[in-house]
């Protein structure tokens, strides 16, 4: 029982570069979340899912896309990387049902943008 | 919006010791509070969480933590504290999405040192 894997661990890109983020989880969760860590500043989400095909905004979704085309996986792209979105990012699921239903989360990404 | 408060970045205790990491949250309507537990280079594992009932909640690894609605509080703890506790600490509050769903809103983390 894998859980959420996020794929990769680590990448470094130049300024400009594009790249994608994998997200899956064995779960069968309906939602899904992309948040990014960055020092003294905890977690911020970045782009969210409540269902296959679905997606929307969160409070920082500049410079990110995002897509779910399959129940499982969760995909967050980014087009022209920027020094400013070096950060690690997670990925989270969490099984319907409420508010008081915890997030499971991956092990996360460490992006460095140079 | 929901939002919580980890007022202190740090905290040391010897190991032994009881520990608290101390957690204050703004909510309008019913908390929903949860405690994250993150460890060098690896992604947050669930501790425990409040949703209603009894204000002493009791989560993994023996911690538990203390809702406090009068001052607005959840405070972490755990009677002895170990070496191996030793980790980085979200405090998170459940908020609700326009677009439907709901998101945790995370505190800034406070870093937990148990030394020898």
């Known amino acids: 029982n894998a859980g959420v894997t996020q794929t990769p661990k680590f990448r470094v890109l130049k300024t400009g570069q594009s790249m994608t983020l994998l997200c899956a989880q064995d779960?069968?969760?309906?939602?899904m979340y992309w948040y990014r860590q960055d020092p003294g500043m905890g977690l911020r989400l970045i782009h969210y899912s409540v269902g296959e095909g679905t997606t929307a905004k969160g409070e920082v979704p500049d410079g990110y896309n995002v897509s779910r085309l399959k129940k499982q996986n969760f995909l967050l792209g980014l087009e022209s990387a920027a020094p400013s979105q070096t950060s690690v990012y997670f990925c989270a699921s969490q099984k319907e049902g409420g508010q008081g239903v915890e997030a499971f989360f991956g092990q996360g990404t460490r992006l460095t943008v140079v | 919006a929901q939002s919580v408060a980890q007022p202190e970045d740090q905290v040391n205790v010897a190991e032994g010791n009881p520990l608290t990491v101390k957690c204050t949250y703004s909510?309008?309507?019913?908390?929903?509070l949860f405690w994250y537990v993150q460890y060098p280079n690896r992604g947050l594992q669930f501790l425990l969480k409040?949703?209603?009932?009894?204000?002493l909640v009791k989560g993994s690894y023996g911690f538990e933590a203390e809702f406090n609605k009068s001052q607005t509080s959840f405070h972490l703890k755990k009677p002895s504290a170990l070496v191996s506790d030793s980790a980085l600490y979200f405090c998170?509050?459940?908020?609700?999405?326009?677009?439907?769903?709901?998101?945790?809103?995370f505190g800034t983390g406070t870093q937990l040192k148990v030394e020898l």
């Open positions: 909510v309008s309507g019913n908390p929903y």
């Open positions: 409040y949703i209603t009932g009894d204000n």
């Open positions: 779960m069968n969760h309906e939602y």
């Open positions: 998170a509050v459940r908020d609700i999405l326009t677009g439907g769903g709901n998101k945790l809103t």
